[in-house]
């Protein structure tokens, strides 16, 4: 006599229904975030978390960048200057901490070229949590507005 559960069908369900819970375990984990400012230091001066994915910074060196990296950013998105002539590149120190890096060197009031390509790299899912820095405090801040 045959039981009522078994055989190939009751398989195929039990199969469907632990993808399903998997599947929607999967969809319900959240995206990561930057990071609140208890959890930074004054590595990452004039700290600030403007959204869920975006945070601004005053300049940050060497050791900001790290950081920045084990707070978990995925990228840096330099506004200042190349820090190059300086006898420090970010870009390489950024690769070394296997940070994403971007640069939008902004004199003075953004171009609606560079606001555009702001809100690119700002959207791109990947490049999320992202930290905005520039020269002083207020220059990632007033970009990010």
Not at 16 to 39: V, Y
């Amino acid at each position: 006599m045959r039981s009522a559960h078994s055989g190939p069908g009751w398989l195929v369900l039990a199969l469907a229904l632990a993808i399903s819970f998997a599947a929607g375990a999967l969809a319900q984990q959240e995206a990561p975030e930057a990071p609140f400012g208890d959890r930074v230091s004054e590595r990452i001066p004039f700290y600030h978390r403007a959204a869920p994915t975006v945070a601004t910074a005053g300049p940050l060196g060497r050791l900001g960048i790290i950081e920045a990296k084990a707070v978990g950013f995925r990228s840096i998105l330099n506004l200042g200057p190349s820090t190059t002539a300086a006898g420090l590149n970010d870009a390489s120190m950024a690769a070394y901490a296997m940070l994403g890096y971007f640069s939008i060197p902004l004199a003075d009031v953004p171009t609606p070229e560079q606001v555009d390509q702001l809100r690119r790299i700002v959207d791109t899912v990947g490049n999320g949590p992202i930290l905005i820095y520039g020269i002083d405090r207020d220059h990632a801040a007033a970009a990010w507005a």
